[in-house]
């Protein structure tokens, strides 16, 4: 199975004393760039007031530097996890139960180990791979299936707008993630849908919450 090549491109804004947005860029199915920070004025200064400290540092080493090699060090991370989800799903098998609930595993623990960049990712390529339920479906689970914390509540929102979606095996993937987060944002979203939703995603969703 070859999976889409697709290219999208996110704007990157980096001011000292505002919230900064993530970026990611994706030419050709390659991330080139991600990061997802939050630096306000007393993080620009802490970092100038410790590389002002070491003597080794160069003259020319400033705040945006860092942060350029941030994203730099970020891109790297998502493009060997890009690789790594698409290699995967590459091997997804729609006869094969057992090796599929494998590569949601592996997944899932990649996320586990590199925490925001790889949900990220995994997120972003769930959207491109929306249409293609083969590997959607999948790629859903893993994000549920992930354990990390600090990614869990972006986690629980995207899956949450997927249980909205108007294509019913996107609403049942999202509604499967759900029930495999340990969350209680996750089970509050499943509430939700129990409550609100109709036919077989509303008893999908009770049963998750059993």
């Known amino acids: ?7 999208m491109t996110f704007s990157v804004a980096a001011n000292v004393g505002s919230p900064t947005v993530g970026s990611v860029a994706i030419s050709n199915g390659s991330v080139s760039a991600f990061a997802t920070s939050h630096w306000s004025s007393y993080t620009g200064c802490d970092l100038v007031a410790n590389v002002d400290n070491y003597p080794v540092a160069s003259p020319a080493y400033t705040f945006a530097t860092s942060y350029n090699q941030a994203l730099k060090i970020l ?13 995967q799903l590459e091997s997804v098998d729609r006869s094969d139960d057992d090796q599929n609930e494998m590569i949601v595993d592996k997944i ?28 959607f479906e999948p790629l859903v689970l893993a994000i549920g299936t992930a354990r990390n914390k600090e990614s869990e509540a972006d986690r629980v929102q995207a899956l949450r707008r997927y249980a909205n979606d108007s294509n019913n ?12 987060m340990d969350a209680p944002a996750a089970r509050m979203a499943l ?17 998750m919450l059993r």
């Open 1 to 7: 199975m070859t999976l889409p090549s697709t290219i």
């Open 75 to 87: 891109g790297a991370q998502c493009n060997r996890v890009h690789s790594y989800i698409h290699g």
């Open 108 to 135: 899932a623990r990649v996320i586990d180990l590199i925490g925001e960049p790889a949900s990220c990712t995994a997120v972003f390529e769930a959207e491109l791979l929306k249409n293609n339920p083969n590997v």
């Open 169 to 180: 095996r996107v609403k049942r993937a999202a509604v499967r993630a759900l029930g495999r």
């Open 191 to 207: 509430n939700d849908i129990n409550r609100n939703g109709t036919g077989e995603v509303a008893q999908l969703a009770a049963a």
